[in-house]
Each structure stands twice: as structure tokens, then as C-alpha cells.
């Protein structure tokens, strides 16, 4: 029904900025139409080498405004719009990302619509429904991440682990879990490695793709990981750059 390209997989400052893995985002593929999830640096270059011309997408979605998920927001719509000369696609952000100005103010006009996104609401892009988390735990921000029901497929992004939160991403068959960390670290508002069982434990999907990978969770290795994880019987998928998932 939905099939999903992850342009990138890297998460945290250092994966990010040294371009070790791609922040890009990801696209949600739903009958001929093209929505374009967290455009953080490596977007363009992303769409491109899956064939995805800019122009052929139809709405950009937002999870929260850091940079990691907002960097190439500007460049996206623009490709969109074809540089305003073609007025469409919607973007739907939750408020701060306007507010803050991460969006240039002539880009407003390019766009046919600018939904406002709010947290446990249903919001349709054609006719997918795609309903939003509780608001995350992660520094303040307005940060939710969605379910599609129709597709059983989550998307947990980042957040500090809490059990209210997790609730809301229970028993779906695919659930992609931004994982930064090795560790809990107090302040950092993360996912780690450590917290996946506890993840597991309270969503419970048939498969858990781990993604956003920080550079102390990527060095640990791949070998460790699967480890760990399989030592705890989650039935996990590590993520890679350019990964094609079909909920
Ligand atoms: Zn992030």
C-alpha cells in the first residue's frame, strides 16, 4: 500500500556533520504520490540517486524543527515548486518550525498549502491517514512522530523513552525507532541502544527498524548490536542509507 525509501539514517552531531551517513529523511510512497519526510542535509542528493526528482514530489512533512530533520527544507520546496514557478504541494510542520523562521517567508507563497501540525490528530495526505503521536520529550520541542494505520507502520522519532509515549506505538507490524545512542545520557534526549527492550517491550511490532544511528552506536558495530539485540529476542532490521522498506 505505502512503500518507503530512507534516504538517510545518521543521527547526532558528529554522523550528521561529517556526513558519515546521510540526515536526509524519508520518502513515503502512496499510489502515485510522493511525500518527502524530514529533509535534513543529504536530502537532494538522497532524491536523486533514487530517481526522485524534486519536482515530482506532492508534500513535505515535518517531525520537528532541528537540523538534522529541517536542513534541506528550503532547498526541498523550491525543488518542489520548480522555483515557484509551479504553486503546489502542502507542508505539514508543526508550528515552531514557522515561527522559528527555518522556512525562508518567499517560500510561503510557492506552496498551495502550510498545514500546521499538531500532536494526537489525524491529518490526511490524499486519501492515507496519518495520525500524530504525543508530543515527544525531547528538549522542549514541538517534536511528534505519526502511525499510519492503514499501513501499520510507525515512526518513533526522537524522544527521551517514556511509557505514555510508547503507548501510542503499540503492536504495528513495522516500527522505525530513531535509536542516537549507545547509552541513556541525562540531558541528551535520545533513544539509545540500551533502551531498545524497553522500546520492544511496551510497542511490541513484528519488526524494528533501527535508524538514526549516532557515531558512538555505530562504532560499537553492527556485530555487537545484532548481539544485544538478538540476545533479547526483538525482532530488529539495522537501517542503511537508501533502504527500501515496504510496511
Ligand atoms: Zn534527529
Redesign the pocket.
Known amino acids: 500500500m505505502i512503500e518507503i525509501i530512507l534516504l538517510g539514517t545518521g543521527?547526532g552531531r558528529i554522523v550528521v556533520f561529517q556526513g558519515i551517513r546521510s540526515s536526509g529523511g524519508m520518502i513515503i510512497k502512496f499510489k502515485n504520490k510522493i511525500l518527502h519526510v524530514d529533509p535534513g542535509p543529504g536530502a537532494l542528493k538522497g532524491l536523486l540517486k533514487n530517481k526522485i526528482y524534486p519536482n515530482k514530489l506532492d508534500a513535505v512533512w515535518i517531525t520537528h524543527k532541528?537540523l538534522?530533520?529541517t536542513g534541506e527544507l528550503n532547498i526541498i520546496i523550491e525543488g518542489m515548486t520548480e522555483g515557484g514557478f509551479k504553486k503546489k504541494g502542502i507542508l505539514f510542520t508543526p508550528e515552531e518550525v514557522i515561527r522559528d523562521g527555518i522556512l525562508l517567508d518567499y517560500l510561503k507563497d510557492y506552496l498551495s498549502e502550510i498545514k500546521i501540525i499538531k500532536p494526537l490528530n489525524e491529518y490526511k495526505f490524499e486519501d492515507l491517514k496519518i495520525n500524530t503521536s504525543p508530543l515527544h520529550n525531547h528538549r522542549g520541542t514541538e517534536c511528534f512522530g505519526f502511525v499510519i494505520k492503514d499501513a501499520s507502520f510507525g515512526y518513533l522519532v526522537?524522544t527521551k523513552p517514556d511509557e505514555k509515549i510508547l503507548n501510542f506505538y503499540k503492536n504495528l507490524d513495522t516500527l522505525l525507532v530513531?535509536c542516537?545512542l549507545l547509552e541513556p545520557k541525562e540531558n541528551v534526549y535520545h533513544i539509545s541502544l540500551k533502551d531498545i527492550p524497553f522500546v520492544y517491550e511496551i510497542t511490541k511490532p513484528k519488526r524494528l527498524i533501527i535508524s538514526?544511528f549516532g557515531m558512538r552506536l555505530l562504532k560499537y558495530g553492527y556485530k555487537n548490536i545484532q548481539n544485544f539485540l538478538k540476545e533479547k529476542n526483538i525482532p530488529f532490521v539495522l537501517a542503511y542509507d537508501n533502504m527500501k522498506i515496504k510496511p
Request: proline letters at 0%.
Open positions: 543521527g532541528d538534522d530533520h526522537d530513531n542516537v538514526h
